[in-house]
């Protein structure tokens, strides 16, 4: 080989090691965290986008960090925080030289962030994209802004239908329109069924419905209100006050049993108002003859409820029929009736049963107590209790 020759692959060996070296470059920067102050163990993820490539590298505690030997291209450039991607530059194209500095200040984005967000709801709302705000939309962005819009429009037109025939129907039953009411709740069931309250007030506007109606008219709404408290329950099992007012439409419609299981469910669901529960039970079977039936549902509320003293004096009067008139003409009262009757003297001296309590005491011959003691008081050896004929 000449002197010529060699030189000549000197040359090209020389052009080619600073072609190479043209090909590489260094992008850098310093990442602040939300507080504004340098950031460090943060991942920078450095992706290529013109071609295939992804390189990655830490924060140092200066919040610094520098990728030395990245091949000449375009990339985006991500912070990393915790696993999740807190800011991003996209379309980063190195070049020969010195690296120009790529720098994230994450307080910045946040509130930049909460800015977008705010326009975003904004624009939701009103139903219109700003021109700012489009143009710093990437076009998924903005079809996905015009889905939201078209979806928020359309829940809006659902709820405020379903709030105005909703309260209609309130209006029309607080006016014992009925016959208005049930359509009005109907309707709201039938824009949005998963609504339990709904259901709730279409059963009880058509019990009170069928309450104006007679013969196959009745039964057809209290048909209407079961089916209608059935889906109230179905849409919220533990509501006792669902299950109560299933249990006096099922009255209505005499189904007893199913009644009393109705009603043992929301004593157990509320236990604080099983009393209240099982002495509607009671007055109930009262009003449709059943006296035995109602005593022990009188009974029960007094047990759950020791202090419900509406519940004495029904159970006292259930007791009454069940009196006998001995040889000597006088009343002979079974076991308890006058002890219900006194102990609702006790609880409510001033109720609105206390004079026909006082009189039902008389009619058995017995004295009503006049002074009660204070169970929470402590005891003395004098009996303070006194009676008085009547």
């Known amino acids: 080989m000449t002197m010529r020759n060699v030189a000549l692959v000197a040359a090209g060996m020389v052009f080619s090691a600073l072609t190479s070296l043209a090909q590489i470059t260094t992008v850098e920067g310093v990442v602040k965290g939300t507080d504004g102050k340098p950031l460090q163990g943060a991942e920078i993820q450095i992706t290529r986008t013109d071609i295939k490539g992804n390189y990655k590298c830490k924060t140092d505690k200066k919040g610094h960090y520098i990728y030395m030997g990245l091949p000449m291209g375009t990339y985006t450039i991500a912070v990393n925080v915790g696993g999740k991607e807190a800011d991003k530059v996209n379309g980063v194209r190195t070049s020969p030289g010195d690296s120009k500095p790529i720098d994230f200040d994450l307080s910045k984005t946040q509130m930049s962030n909460s800015s977008k967000q705010a326009e975003m709801q904004k624009a939701v709302e009103s139903g219109q994209i700003s021109k700012e705000l489009e143009r710093g939309l990437t076009p998924e962005q903005k079809a996905a802004m015009e889905k939201q819009i078209k979806d928020s429009s359309e829940k809006m037109k659902k709820r405020n239908e379903l709030n105005d025939a909703f309260n209609t129907g309130m209006t029309a039953m607080q006016n014992k329109q009925y016959d208005q009411a049930v359509p ?27 309450e104006t109606k007679t013969g196959p008219e009745f039964d057809a709404n209290i048909a209407k209100s079961l089916e209608a408290y059935n889906k109230a329950i179905e849409l919220k099992p533990d509501d006792p006050a669902s299950h109560n007012n ?43 003859g ?10 029960k509320a007094i047990e759950l409820t020791p202090t419900y003293a509406d519940a004495y004096y029904q159970y006292g009067v259930t007791l009454v029929g069940k009196a006998q008139i001995g040889s000597d003409g006088k009343i002979n009262p079974v076991p308890g009736t006058v002890d219900a009757f006194n102990k609702y003297l006790e609880l409510q001296p001033n109720g609105p049963y206390a004079q026909s309590a006082k009189d039902m005491l008389t009619t058995l011959g017995s004295s009503v107590q006049t002074q009660f003691q204070n169970p929470n008081a402590k005891k003395d050896t004098k009996d303070t209790t006194k009676k008085k004929k009547q």
């Open 246 to 288: 299933y249990a006096l439409a099922l009255a209505k419609a005499k189904k007893f049993p199913e009644m009393q299981a109705e009603l043992k469910k929301a004593a157990d669901l509320d236990p604080a108002n099983g009393g209240k529960y099982f002495y509607n039970l009671g007055a109930i079977l009262v009003n449709t």
């Open 290 to 299: 059943q006296n035995d039936a109602a005593g022990e549902a009188f009974k």
């Open 184 to 210: 009005a709740f109907a309707k709201a069931a039938e824009v949005d069924p998963t609504q339990q309250a709904v259901w709730a007030q279409l059963g009880e506007a058509y019990v009170k419905l069928a």
